[in-house]
């Protein structure tokens, strides 16, 4: 294949075996696997998912919604704070696929109960450490639970976000256990109201052996990974399934710098710090059948809007890097590049798009 | 208009206003106008620049040099350094419009003598003291000075990226006396060429009256304007164009956080620090007309995929904000913001397209 300029690469055979293997271990429990779509938007991959007999979804905003309800998914979890502005389009989404929300206030609650007309699931979201959204699991929840033909409650829903701080498996396990341990617990408080758990992030969810007594999990970010995924130590390098495969346009030597075209339009302006330096993506050398690390270690070490530039401390891969070479990049977040992005170019050539992006009007 | 979700609104009076001024100034000294299109991505957008007599513009990639020529722009640099793959895109454009291209290497402009078939004009790209592309200018440039029917020489082109580190005007006027004069020796050293000096960024552009003895500027961001540019002392507040609509969906009482849903998807992670804190973006009030300063000064603290968290300190403000509420957020960097929501909404309620993103192949 021909690459110009900007592409990203997505190798079909690791994804599909990072989707296989979450499935099975989601089987061996038992586990509903609700994967989250919020990182790769198209719904031709989404039919790999129910290819591993995965059968309902997770995504983060209404018109992924709509999109892959429009997709065939009649089972969709919309795991972000309830709009209430978007009320009307649910409800009428909600008469093709079973939709549930994600509630954590009372007024919220209060405006669904008088203004819905259709059946609603929701989850009581839950601040399981993280620290982003939720309700704490210890102040009394009785009078956030409804179950009702119009609004129903099912469920406690947790994101351990902060398993994102790890840089190894047993703080990953001790984040998982404290999690798990809440959740578990408000499920026996509130047994009653028979609610399920659910629980998602890709680093625990990558990391723990079994998921016994969590009803459903939600990871997302594990079909493709990526360099902030690999540091925390949820991967090996050979499960990350996309890179971005960038042109090199200018070198200077007196600094080891080269310049590719490849930016914050490409990437977003995600970064990790290794060792206490910015990092906004890995070199890597493009092969004929994907990607492999050169010998030595190279990071994309600052990205404008259109220009990323790489320090190439070592000056034998800086001689051996031309003006015109296409290279790649491990991307630091997957899910923002593809989201930028708007398509993958897979290894064999073929071109798979996404959903439409900002299409309200 | 009834806003639901985020939405990029655009204050059309502002941006014109600023079109306006920037090209008044330009007139003074008979200096080139030749906006960078890479802030607004939308040809509805440039014909605000015709009607000011605009006639040329500036581009940083080969997709966008292809929209704005469909477009009727008959003239284009793109300033970003020339990317031999795609070569043949270009020459196919340059029969429909003149293409400037900009070139650092000496095996990149040889590259160019072989294979160009139409006439291409480059301008050499000096390093006015950013450090991110260019030649040094007291290099030897002779050898990269070629004139002749399919590839020739036409200036030196310059980008004071190193202005965005200001934070007062008089630094900013410092960085343009030190460009400026990097370029002026240039022009004299070689004027046997008749080179044109071309020069750009928005801090300056905005900062300086007079753009005497500057053949052409190339400022984009200006016409928008960001909580960036006002940090820079750019631009005034009443200066900044768009405004981020934003829903708020969750509140913290115990950490005086609020969430809205405005998250990395929407503004990219491009962040400025005030007073050593990360800041993502400044709550502002929406009203009938655009959009005002609260008394109290509040800012976007964290960003994930799709959430935004809001400090907000003062707690009146704080219990003045409720779930459901819109507010408005003015984004750190207008250009990433805009290039992720693909288009804007008028406070006339008018909906403004871009031009399609990443539809290559």
């Known amino acids: 294949m021909q690459i110009t300029r900007p592409t990203l690469l997505l190798d079909e055979r690791i994804a599909k075996r990072n989707i296989s293997r979450m499935a ?9 696997f609700r994967p989250h779509f919020k990182t790769h938007f198209s719904s031709e991959i989404g039919e790999w998912y129910r290819e591993q007999g995965v059968n309902c979804c997770t995504v983060s905003s209404m018109e992924m919604a ?6 065939g998914w009649e089972n969709i979890t919309i795991a972000f704070p309830f709009n209430r502005h978007e009320l009307p389009e649910i409800l009428e989404l909600s008469s093709k696929s079973t939709i549930n929300l994600v509630i954590e206030d009372q007024d919220t ?3 669904l109960i008088q ?4 059946r609603l699931n929701y989850f009581l979201k839950i601040d399981v450490g993280t620290g982003r959204t939720g309700l704490n699991a210890n102040s009394d929840l009785e009078h956030l639970i409804v179950q009702h033909d119009k609004i129903n409650f099912i ?3 947790g994101h ?3 398993a ?3 840089r190894n498996n047993s703080t990953i396990k001790e984040v998982y256990r404290d999690t798990f341990q809440i959740l578990k617990e408000l499920k026996a408080k509130y047994q009653r109201y028979n609610p399920i758990i659910s629980y998602g992030d890709t680093p625990t969810c990558s990391v723990i052996d079994r998921f016994d007594d969590i009803d459903e999990i939600r990871p997302g970010n594990f079909i493709f990974y990526d360099w902030m995924q690999y540091n925390i130590t949820s991967c090996s390098f050979d499960d990350i399934a996309v890179c971005m495969a960038v042109p090199i346009v200018a070198k200077h030597k007196d600094r080891n710098e080269i310049v590719i075209h490849g930016g914050a339009v490409h990437f977003s302006k995600d970064y990790i710090e290794i060792d206490s330096k910015k990092t906004f993506g890995k070199l890597v050398a493009l092969t004929n059948d994907g990607w492999e690390e050169y010998s030595q270690d190279c990071h994309l070490e600052r990205l404008s809007q259109e220009h990323g530039i790489l320090k190439v401390s070592d000056n034998e891969l800086f001689d051996k890097l031309k003006v015109g070479d296409i290279v790649g990049i491990i991307p630091i977040h997957s899910c923002l590049a593809a989201n930028l992005m708007g398509s993958y170019l897979t290894l064999t050539g073929n071109r798979i798009l996404q959903m439409p992006k900002n299409t309200y009007l």
Do not use: C, Q
Not at 24 to 32: D, G, R, V
């Open 164 to 166: 994102y701080r790890s």
């Open 109 to 111: 609650l209060d405006y």
């Open 155 to 157: 469920g406690f829903l």
């Open 24 to 32: 099975n271990k989601a089987k061996l429990t038992n586990t509903i």
């Open 160 to 162: 351990a976000g902060h």
């Open 115 to 118: 203004n819905s007309t259709e």
């Open 66 to 71: 709509s999109y892959f309800s429009k997709a």
